[in-house]
């Protein structure tokens, strides 16, 4: 009985816990609502892949009315994985946040840190679950408004700053994506993405299709934050609170690269993004710009949250390369890094969030001999930054080595030679707190010895964890990415 | 035991024993028994998987799948045998020898450094076993991260610079060249496992053949071959049984290995024959073999001198398998186990004058072998086996590396070999001459030989050194069977 709205329960029930925390207004009892609402998406989730790899796509009508009229959520094997990915980390940020939003918000605000987060939670398995192009918009405006208001929570001032310019091109990005699909609205008529690719493939390449996939993809490259658009990116994950930090860097970019996934593959096919236009052309270039720039930029940068951030842009250049790549090997390769880089960034985060509360910042100048201070949380770091960099037996291994296959298969060998050259900066940033934490001196600066609590180191710690086990058994996520890559090539008309 | 059971001991122990000398870490005493008999126990397994190697056995364990047709798997086959012989061997001897050298010099973090070299054996273990590419990548990254705080010892800026000299070379070369090899043969054959005969072959033409291999052959940094050498004298400045055990053995030996490895399970020596496409490698390594030789005569420090011994040595091996001949294989085998003891009672040596005279210097060793003749004794043993004469183990591997190059009529490499001889005798002799002809320096300080399980670590390692030319049979018997046949 329970099992068959699924589809629904994981989107509705963390949507529903955030008024209920808001009528409770009780820390303790907002906290732990929160925390049930994301295990229960996460057990949702699970539940859903198994359903998917087992008997194929899931087709929930929302309210029984059948599509195209009603709202379908249609939950196939590139849905379930992130729907996974997403409900994982919400789960492991949840218990984190207790202790961790403790430290940096007054507490007055607390009970409406853990609403505002049950939103954002809802809003991103909403944009992954629905099948329905204006749901989509519906969610991506709940995520984002909650996201806004989830940075602008950080207690640096900076932090309303980041969030307002946040505010600013994440709505424009939101507007062109609303644009594209009024366009593809009014070509096919319908909003529903598997009527609307039926219909498209019949008179698909007419010019108002054009149109709405260069608004649908400028919009959706604003909130996945491909180069250059990702100037909101770097300042939003430095000054929000850690443990939002950790969450938005595992998700939200990832959702929105699903988002892209699913109107590049489904919605208008491969044939005619991938050969009508230079799609391909144009997401490599960006990539590389992406991944050289930002990698450069984040060697240089003060502060270990703001090294990470530009991390993540070059990282999520990584996925649109192996997007641009085309190729079956190509899309597993993002899909996968989706995946991989969501837990080692999550861990990287959960973990900097550590030192933040001992050391009221992540800036170099605080990090000199943490090794000493905060040796767990340091060997995370340093573990971590080994799934960044793509050390064998990590997750982050799997991921270069599907991206590299992919380019030499692809033919493009340069491709290849770049993605390992690149991996090299990484190297030369993850060192730097490296030799910052084990090889200098403790002065002044550096926090008192002392382990962040339990509750934030064991959330961290399982990611980190995670970081090596998906570095061993690929079965689920290498097995998933492949079946979602197929989907994709093979459902374009 | 069965043979998965001793296999997954070799794996094991090492790794437990490092968590054991963790716990153990404020019983100095205790902590050290734990790393003794761990290698003793680790060395025992070994030699329990040597007769079923010897009789033509070829133990495996398959662990998991972890890309789609890649194994995480180990299979011990002649070659792994041998090296994991002689490191595991000789891990005890030094493990005697760092009691001695940490204590007598007062290092600090001890217990870090006896984890980081039970982890490093771990590693070192899993290279030599490994079935697979990927496995083999696996575990010699892991080998350059647990020996990077052991280069980092002192942790002061020279420990810092050459901490980054070891990472960078050792890193950037096996993510940049080795990593889309590997990938590349994986693109082009579909398997990565080592297979006698190599899997390459009509896989690809020959260009792509020649250019895989310069990207295996400088990839595999490990092996220093020029110009990817200078991690080696930088990571000099660790405690010198790092330098003995992982800088002579350990480490560069998996490179070597992993070279003799690629070229006879990956490449094929008939395939790499056939086509010709390594006719550029034994120019390479005699270049390395030369111009390292030079940079060793040059150097007056003495650990520095080593560690451009120990470039050119390597390239031997390197050498060796590029001749791409059965006895040239033999020669590159048996090379790994001779140049080891050979040159860990060199570093044995230099760390044992260290201690007990706190000299560094080729020019401060006047007179210094009569106040320690077992240490210098030791020493010119080494020296011997590294010029290649008899009744040192370097002569055998050079025999047969010689044996090989007249047979092909290969002239560069002769020359090469005789140039070599000759310059290791002019940078070894001096210091054996100096040591125990020359007088020592007016007023210099009185002192004795290094503390005794030194002594007694140097001597066993020189002891093995002569025992190896007279008795060379179980090295010899494994040589020949990575040689096929």
């Known amino acids: ?409 692809a033919g493009y060998w340069w491709l290849a030679a770049l993605v390992v050259l690149t991996s090299l900066i990484a190297v030369a940033y993850v060192w730097r707190f490296v030799e910052a934490a084990y090889l200098q001196a403790p002065d002044a600066r550096t926090p008192p010895a002392g382990e962040a609590p339990f509750s934030m180191l064991a959330p961290s710690w399982l990611l980190v964890g995670a970081c090596f086990w998906f570095g061993f058994d690929t079965s689920f996520t290498v097995e998933s990415a492949r079946r979602a890559a197929a989907l994709m090539l093979g459902g374009a008309p | 035991m069965s043979a998965a059971q001793l296999i997954i001991a070799c794996l094991l122990v090492p790794a437990v024993g490092a968590a054991g000398i963790a716990l153990a870490g404020r019983w100095p005493n205790l902590r050290e028994t734990v790393t003794l008999s761990t290698a003793a126990l680790l060395f025992a397994s070994v030699l329990g998987l040597l007769p079923k190697v010897l009789a033509g056995g070829v133990p495996q364990l398959f662990v998991l799948e972890m890309l789609p047709g890649i194994a995480l798997g180990f299979r011990v086959e002649a070659l792994g045998m041998l090296f994991a012989l002689v490191a595991s061997g000789l891990w005890i001897v030094n493990s005697v020898y760092s009691i001695g050298y940490m204590r007598g010099n007062d290092e600090p973090q001890q217990t870090r450094f006896y984890v980081c070299f039970a982890l490093a054996l771990a590693a070192t273990m899993g290279i030599a076993f490994s079935a697979n590419l990927l496995t083999l990548f696996l575990f010699y990254e892991i080998l350059t991260l647990v020996t990077w705080p052991l280069v980092t010892h002192h942790g002061d800026e020279e420990a810092r610079k050459g901490g980054r000299l070891y990472l960078g070379f050792l890193l950037g070369t096996s993510i940049v060249l080795l990593l889309p090899a590997i990938i590349a043969t994986w693109a082009l054959a579909g398997t990565l496992e080592f297979t006698p005969g190599g899997i390459l072959r009509d896989k690809a033409s020959g260009p792509v053949i020649g250019g895989l291999l310069a990207l295996y052959m400088f990839g595999i940094g490990k092996a220093a071959l020029m110009p990817f050498h200078r991690w080696l004298p930088a990571a000099m400045v660790a405690p010198t049984p790092v330098s003995a055990l992982l800088h002579a053995v350990a480490v560069v030996k998996a490179g070597v290995f992993t070279v003799v490895k690629v070229i006879v399970y990956v490449f094929g020596v008939d395939t790499l024959a056939g086509i010709r496409a390594a006719d550029w490698l034994p120019a390479v390594a005699g270049f390395t073999i030369v111009a390292a030789s030079i940079v060793a005569l040059r150097s007056d420090n003495l650990k520095r001198r080593l560690a451009y011994s120990t470039v050119s040595q390597l390239s031997y091996v390197v050498l060796a398998a590029a001749l791409l001949t059965p006895l040239s294989v033999i020669g590159a085998t048996l090379h790994i186990a001779t140049h080891a003891v050979g040159k860990i009672t060199l570093f044995f040596a230099a760390g044992a004058i260290y201690t007990a005279a706190h000299k560094t210097e080729v020019s401060q060793l006047d007179g210094i072998g009569r106040r320690m003749p077992w240490t210098m004794g030791a020493f010119a043993v080494g020296a011997l086996s590294m010029i290649g004469l008899p009744p040192a183990a370097g002569f055998i591997s050079k025999w047969y590396l010689l044996a090989a190059a007249v047979e092909l009529g290969h002239w560069t490499a002769l020359g090469v070999v005789a140039a070599s001889t000759l310059l290791n005798a002019a940078y070894f002799a001096p210091i054996v001459y100096r040591a125990f002809l020359r007088p020592p320096p007016a007023g210099a300080a009185a002192h004795g030989e290094a503390p005794l399980p030194m002594v007694l670590a140097l001597t066993a390692t020189a002891a093995l050194t002569l025992v190896l030319f007279f008795q060379p049979d179980v090295a010899l018997a494994l040589a020949r069977a990575v040689a096929g046949g």
């Open chain 1, 1 to 409: 009985m329970i099992a068959e709205h699924l589809p629904a329960l994981v989107v509705v029930v963390p949507l529903a816990a955030a008024p209920l925390i808001v009528l409770l207004r009780s820390a303790a009892l907002g906290w732990a609502l929160a925390f049930a609402a994301s295990l229960f998406a996460f057990g949702a989730s699970l539940a859903l892949a198994a359903e998917v790899a087992r008997a194929g796509v899931i087709s929930y009508h929302l309210g029984s009315w059948p599509p195209p009229w009603g709202i379908e959520y249609r939950i196939d094997a590139l849905s379930a994985f992130l729907l996974v990915l997403v409900s994982a980390i919400g789960a492991v940020v949840a218990p984190y946040a207790w202790r961790s939003i403790a430290a940096e918000l007054p507490r007055e605000q607390h009970y409406l840190y853990h609403a505002v987060f049950c939103l954002c939670l809802a809003g991103l398995l909403g944009m992954t679950a629905t099948g329905d192009a204006f749901n989509v918009f519906v969610f991506m405006e709940i995520a984002s408004l909650a996201m806004y208001v989830l940075i602008a929570l950080g207690r640096d001032r900076r932090a309303l700053l980041a969030s307002f310019q946040y505010l600013i091109l994440g709505t424009i990005g939101a507007t062109f994506y609303v644009v594209g699909v009024g366009l593809l609205y009014l070509v096919t008529g319908t909003l529903n993405i598997a009527d609307m690719a039926e219909r498209l493939a019949h008179d698909g390449g007419t010019r108002p299709v054009l149109a709405a996939l260069a608004f649908i993809t400028v919009g959706l490259s604003l909130k996945l934050a491909l180069f250059p658009l990702h100037l909101w990116l770097p300042n939003a994950y430095a000054y929000a609170p850690s443990a939002v930090t950790a969450f938005l860097a595992a998700t939200a970019t990832k959702v929105s690269v699903y988002v892209l996934l699913r109107f590049y593959f489904t919605v208008f096919g491969a044939g005619l993004v991938l050969e009508t236009l230079p799609v391909p052309e144009i997401l490599i270039g960006l990539s590389i710009a992406a991944i050289v720039s930002a990698s450069l930029v984040a060697l240089w940068q003060a502060d270990l949250k703001r090294m990470f951030a530009y991390s993540s842009v070059a990282q999520i250049g990584y996925i649109t390369l192996g997007i641009g790549l085309a190729t079956r090997d190509g899309l597993t390769a993002a899909v996968v890094h989706l995946f991989n880089h969501g837990i080692t960034k999550g861990a990287l985060f959960l973990l900097i969030g550590g030192i933040a509360l001992r050391a009221g910042g992540a800036g170099f100048e605080r990090l000199r001999g943490l090794g000493r201070a905060m040796p767990l949380t340091s060997l995370g770091i340093t573990l971590a930054g080994l799934s960044l960099i793509g050390v064998p037996g990590t997750a982050g291994f799997i991921s270069k080595w599907t991206l590299v296959l992919g380019a030499i298969e």
